[in-house]
């Protein structure tokens, strides 16, 4: 007795028309002898938002950091699973410098260089071999513009980057990860620093870079999760719980600890 | 849901809001109740008191309907936590037209207190019965969140129905028979109706629970 | 306690701790400003007392052409930066030493005298050989003699260091390249009895002033001024004594009259010698040339307070002499200036890149710990130890001997902790961020290092430098063992060289001279102002492009 059940998302229907662009399979991973992250699976789709959601603690900001590699920089981490990332093993056949530069990384406290605001676009290209000024100049207009702050900075762009406001420092972050040309745009929590205007800006923002970019998004602010993504994934404990569409998981989701954490019954 | 912890403010505001709904679920048993006694006693008193005590439904329902607003306004809720504030609107909107119903009814027995019964009341009250019945036990459901018990209820309304069928072929045959008991059978049709009305509130109710529960529409009045 | 009380109380006691606060930094402010002030003075301005034995009374030229007792007029050429005057002792010296003379006793320059006479042909010759020599004896063979006032005058201003006298009718004519100097020759020999010792005391010097009281009567016994109880008997030349019968007025001056009683007057130089003899407690002023018998004769000396410029632009250009005494100190500027660059030439790689390794590659365990446990410890081994090792290792086992290759080394190594100590930590409070941010955007752990935080660190690592040249310019026992003491420039790898800090050391300590000692502290302070302001504003340059 069933009727009208646009509700009723099933993930299969729409999946054949996604195209993933990473995939995790029984992602398992160390500090030492500390297990942090438990048989992960879960498909990254292109032009898609995937928010990552859970307390804090849980493993989200472990687990973006896997994608880029991040993590081999501390001691100690090793991981057993694979990550594919346009069918290559991600650790076994890809050079992690060449990795990061096709997967660009946003962090939660924005970080510009203390450098110009145009030296700090110019970074990325620059050690990647670009030296011509005109073509680092087309680069740094490009990315501004993608990042949604080349009209409030044109006039500042060899000032340095320190003295703008904290909004416009990630933006410039932004702009400056995307002056790379990346495939894959990581954010660790990108607006946990940030006013609401700011953040709203940013929200805005990252709703049109999913036209050109996979995003994947850490955020422990679930009215965000719900705002901007498309798919959600709910960690807790290092375990991924459940991921499903972003309306199922924040109408009807199907694990009862989901439904506890998004209604705020626990942090 | 185990983990009650946090958000206690919600919790309460929610768990008040459903005592208020209950509340006006009685108060509309009550008028029902009495809709129906003073049909069987002729009572135009207490047949003016049902139609003043639609008010406090009224209110009731507007109060109710303001408080949830809030709700969304402020707490943002989502999951079975929303799905339970959507239900709770639905619901007091049937509540009310169930109210009013019961005023029609207390109406009609005032328009037939001075005359003489064509024939002796036994179905009525008995769909007036089995309306109160579903109303209790669709609530109850609803405070319990018990999907079953909601799906149960549905069926209780076949047998209003058939007690209405039964009711308008008997009262069709005293039309046919003599003209003077057209005017008294169709205002006893009525009163059918309106109870038969009752109940299909009382299952839209229950496909509003399995809303509740599941998120999922279906579809009980048949 | 009522909490209006209390808030009092807690006022009170923030007040109080205030105070005690300012107190110290206002003392530690003084202190501080007075130590440099004070070294800045004295190397400006140099206060002397000296002590002569002619008083301080000027004969010049206009005492006039006409006047007998000055028929010549002293000339020195524009180069000799004499300022105030000549003694008759200082001509004799020079006119009759056998070895040349140098203008660096008197000016401090290193210049040697080039002396000129007129010959006794003409009667000014006579006069100025009579003054000069005082009859004791000849020109030295180093003075050229001219014939006349013309060639006199060419001949001196044509060579550098050059002294030689005129008529005095010709002074008003002097081209600008000489230059009249005034002379002091009036000296004041005493009876034996003024100079005894009794109970301790001994008249040691007086000064004009005290000279004045005594001919003017106001002063009456020795002991006023200095000396022991014995009446004051000034004998002084009459009227009648010829051109010697002017030198009483001539020290009395226009304002001032001779005593009206107890001035003996005499009016020949044998009595005037006899009077002093014989009267206890006798002084008298005559001519300088006039005491044949000057070594054993006892005269009173007179106290004269100097206040010269001390460090001037010459003290900077020109090159030193005898161990500092002349000259200037331009040599061991530079040297001082090469020790810094080559000490910092090859300290800085070694330890910022040291300190690069020890932050960004080591491995944090057992072994970096050590590393850096011995590198505190060596911060802070007092210098000389360094000393002693530079000059056992260095100076003595490698055999690179005393010289400027063995010193930078030595300075190298008592440096380089500093240095790898600021930088790390330099390095250390680069944020992680930074690095991870250029991580993430496809940057080698290199790149990284290079382009983000050695710049980020730069302030830092430049201040580490500061103090490493701060105590290179103050290093002093360091350098005694390895670097010597030859104050020319230095030549190459093993030649000695004075730098700054060791020529204040040989000056003060072997007391050539206080005033250069204190000219060469006030360079010093100088240079590290210098060092300092420049570094500072530059790290606030570096600063400023960051944004900080």
């Given amino acids: 007795m069933e009727r009208y059940n646009a509700m009723n998302i099933s993930n299969e229907t729409t999946d054949q028309e996604k195209k993933i662009k990473i995939t995790v399979r029984d992602l398992d991973l160390f500090y030492g002898d500390f297990q942090a992250l438990h048989k992960l699976n879960i498909d990254i789709a292109d032009q898609e938002v995937t928010a990552l959601i859970g307390p804090s603690g849980c493993g989200k900001s472990t687990f973006i950091r896997t994608l880029n590699r991040m993590n081999d920089v501390i001691d100690g981490v090793h991981i057993t699973g694979t990550i594919s990332y346009e069918t290559r093993d991600i650790y076994k056949n890809y050079d992690p410098i060449e990795l990061r530069k096709k997967i660009g990384m946003v962090f939660q406290k924005p970080n510009p260089f203390p450098m110009s605001v145009y030296d700090n676009v110019a970074y990325g290209p620059r050690i990647h071999g670009i030296k011509d000024k005109r073509t680092l100049d087309e680069i740094v207009e490009r990315s501004l513009k993608q990042a949604a702050i080349w009209d409030e900075i044109k006039d500042r762009l060899h000032k340095p980057a320190l003295g703008i406001s904290g909004g416009q420092q990630q933006r410039l972050c932004i702009a400056r990860v995307l002056a790379v040309e990346p495939d894959v745009v990581l954010m660790d929590e990108p607006t946990s620093a940030l006013d609401p205007i700011s953040t709203s800006r940013i929200e805005d923002l990252i709703d049109e870079l999913k036209k050109s970019y996979t995003i994947v998004i850490v955020t422990h602010n679930m009215q965000q999760a719900g705002r901007i993504s498309d798919t959600t994934a709910f960690f807790l404990n290092g375990v991924i719980e459940e991921v499903g569409a972003t309306e199922q998981i924040f109408f009807s989701p199907t694990n009862p600890k989901t439904e506890a954490y998004i209604t705020g019954k626990f942090g | ?222 | 306690m009522s909490p209006l009380s209390q808030t009092k109380k807690a006022h009170l006691q923030e007040g109080i701790a205030k105070g005690i606060i300012w107190f110290f930094v206002v003392l530690t402010i003084v202190i501080l400003a007075w130590i440099i002030l004070y070294v800045l003075y004295r190397g400006f301005v140099s206060i002397n007392h000296l002590h002569y034995q002619v008083t301080d009374t000027i004969e010049t030229a206009a005492a006039g052409p006409d006047h007998p007792a000055y028929p010549i007029s002293m000339i020195i050429q524009r180069k000799v930066r004499l300022k105030d005057d000549l003694t008759s002792a200082e001509l004799f010296e020079m006119y009759t030493k056998r070895r040349q003379p140098n203008w660096g006793d008197i000016t401090g320059q290193n210049l040697d005298v080039e002396l000129f006479a007129l010959t006794t042909e003409s009667e000014e010759g006579t006069a100025g050989a009579e003054i000069i020599l005082a009859n004791r004896e000849n020109y030295s063979k180093h003075v050229t003699l001219e014939k006349d006032g013309e060639a006199m005058i060419k001949a001196v201003s044509s060579t550098p260091g050059g002294i030689g006298f005129i008529p005095s009718a010709m002074v008003e004519t002097l081209p600008r390249s000489v230059k009249a100097v005034p002379i002091r020759r009036i000296a004041a020999p005493v009876n034996a009895s003024v100079k005894k010792i009794v109970e301790n005391v001994q008249i040691q010097t007086i000064d004009n002033d005290d000279l004045l009281a005594i001919f003017t009567g106001k002063v009456k016994n020795w002991q006023e001024v200095g000396g022991i109880d014995l009446p004051i008997r000034p004998v002084a030349y009459s009227q009648n004594a010829g051109i010697r019968g002017d030198i009483l007025n001539l020290v009395l001056g226009e304002n001032n009259e001779p005593a009206e009683q107890g001035i003996l007057y005499v009016d020949t130089p044998e009595v005037f010698f006899e009077t002093i003899d014989s009267l206890p407690g006798a002084i008298g002023m005559t001519y300088w040339e006039d005491v044949k018998d000057i070594d054993d004769r006892p005269m009173i000396t007179f106290d004269r307070l100097e206040v010269r410029q001390n460090l001037d632009w010459h003290y900077l250009v020109e090159a030193p002499a005898r161990s500092g005494k002349w000259g200037g100190i331009s040599t061991i500027i530079i040297n001082t200036f090469f020790l810094i660059l080559f000490t910092l030439l090859f300290s800085t790689p070694i330890g910022v890149l040291g300190a690069i390794y020890m932050v960004e590659y080591a491995k944090q365990g057992r072994v970096i710990r050590i590393l850096r446990l011995g590198t505190e410890t060596l911060a802070g081994i007092p210098s000389i130890v360094f000393g002693l090792f530079g000059f056992i290792f260095f100076v003595g086992m490698l055999g690179l001997g005393i010289g400027f290759i063995s010193a930078t080394l030595t300075v190298t190594m008592m440096i380089l902790p500093t240095i790898i100590r600021t930088s790390e930590e330099a390095l250390k409070s680069v944020p992680l961020s930074f690095r991870e941010g250029s991580l993430a955007l496809g940057a080698t752990k290199l790149q990284t290092i290079a382009k983000v935080v050695v710049p980020a660190a730069t302030p830092g690592i430049l201040t580490g430098i500061i103090l490493a040249v701060g105590r290179t310019v103050g290093e002093t026992a360091v350098l005694i063992y390895t670097l010597g003491s030859n104050y020319e420039l230095v030549r190459g790898p093993s030649s000695s060289a004075r730098v700054l800090s060791l020529h204040l050391y040989n000056l003060f300590s072997e007391a050539i001279s206080f005033d250069r000692s204190f000219a060469t502290g006030a360079i010093l302070i100088f240079i590290i102002l210098l060092v300092n302001y420049s570094t500072t504003s530059l790290i606030g340059r570096l600063n400023k492009k960051a944004g900080k």
Wanted: hydrophobic share 40%.
């Fill in chain 2, 1 to 222: 849901m185990d983990h009650n912890t946090l958000r206690q403010h919600y919790s309460d505001e929610m768990r008040a809001n459903d005592r208020e709904i209950l509340k006006m679920g009685a108060f509309v048993e009550e008028a029902v109740r009495k809709s129906m006694q003073c049909m069987l006693d002729q009572d135009i008193d207490l047949a003016d008191k049902v139609i003043r005590d639609d008010e406090v439904i009224n209110n009731l329902e507007l109060r109710i309907q303001d408080t949830l607003t809030l709700l969304i306004a402020t707490e943002q809720p989502v999951a079975g936590d929303l799905r339970h504030v959507i239900t709770s609107l639905k619901i007091v909107t049937q509540l009310e037209r169930m109210g009013d119903h019961a005023v029609h009814i207390a109406k009609a027995a005032k328009k037939l207190a001075e005359q003489h019964y064509i024939k002796d009341l036994i179905d009525l009250p008995k769909m007036a019965e089995y309306g109160i019945e579903m109303l209790h036990e669709v609530l109850t459901a609803f405070a319990e969140n018990d999907q079953d018990k909601a799906i149960a209820v549905a069926k209780i309304d076949d047998r209003i129905d058939s007690l209405h069928n039964q009711i308008w072929r008997e009262l069709l045959t005293y039309m046919m028979s003599d003209v003077k008991n057209i005017d008294q059978a169709t205002t006893l049709l009525f009163v059918s109706r309106w109870l038969e009305r009752f109940g299909d509130h009382a299952t839209n109710i229950s496909e509003w629970v399995v809303y509740d529960c599941t998120g999922k529409h279906i579809e009980l009045n048949m």
